[in-house]
């Protein structure tokens, strides 16, 4: 399988940060990688896929770069709305294979 | 827009067969364009990938469960199945329906998730 390893695992930061979180695959995924975004009692909500596309309604304040193994999400000016867990998931192979999740709150 | 549904029952007794349906709707579930996936979390963990189905009913599995596991696909009832048998509390999970696009994969719409326990 291939793993997936986010860092930080917890952060905190306030309004307005510029916030960024990593994901590193143990072996090359090419772009394979996804972002989403899971509040408490929600399901996971997708942010950014092949690495650095944003999806469709999702701000621009969020965005995405890598390939091969090392990934980074940022968030350019966190808003309230973006306290949350953030989990990293490649597609290249199966098993589908997530990160353990970071979660932002607030300082 | 596209929605899932997921249900079934949240109380499993131990070594029995957990059943989960996830019904489909606002698009069709035969297009070629998804498979449609089952993901997990466990109590204050992480996500973890079961499996999935294309609509021809061809499923792939996490090779952890793929012993236990079988999805399936309905089309003419616009749903899908999870069926995991010998369940033990180990399966207490918060089980999540999605949509997984064939095309830059990515699982872009979500059920709202089931929360599923196993217990006597």
């Known amino acids: 399988d291939v793993q997936m390893t986010q860092s930080p695992s917890s952060l905190s930061a306030s309004v307005g940060d510029r916030v960024t979180i990593t994901c590193r695959a143990n072996?090359?995924?090419?772009?394979?990688l996804n972002w989403y975004l899971q509040k408490p009692g929600k399901a996971p909500n997708l942010l950014i896929y092949?690495?650095?596309t944003l999806q469709s309604g999702v701000p621009s304040r969020f965005s995405g770069t890598g390939s091969g193994t090392d990934f980074t999400l940022t968030i350019s000016s966190l808003q309230p709305d973006d306290f949350a867990t953030y989990y990293c998931?490649?597609?290249?192979?199966?098993?589908?294979?997530f990160g353990g999740g970071t979660k932002v709150d607030i300082k | 827009q596209v929605q899932l549904q997921e249900s079934g029952p949240g109380l499993v007794q131990p070594s029995q067969t957990l059943s989960l349906t996830c019904s489909v709707s606002?698009?069709?579930?035969?297009?070629?364009?998804?498979?449609w996936s089952w993901v997990r979390q466990h109590p204050g963990r992480g996500l973890e990938w079961i499996g999935y189905?294309?609509?021809?009913?061809?499923?792939y599995y996490n090779p952890s469960l793929k012993s236990r596991v079988i999805i399936s696909v309905d089309t003419s009832k616009s749903h899908f199945s999870l069926k995991l048998r010998s369940v033990t509390a180990a399966d207490t999970a918060v089980y999540y329906c999605?949509?997984?696009?064939?095309?830059?994969?990515?699982?872009?719409?979500w059920g709202q998730g089931t929360t599923v326990t196993v217990s006597s």
């Open positions: 999605a949509r997984d696009t064939v095309q830059d994969p990515r699982m872009d719409v």
């Open positions: 606002g698009g069709p579930i035969n297009s070629g364009d998804y498979y």
């Open positions: 189905v294309y609509p021809s009913g061809r499923a």
């Open positions: 072996e090359t995924i090419r772009n394979y």
């Open positions: 092949a690495a650095s």
């Open positions: 998931q490649q597609s290249f192979t199966i098993p589908l294979t």
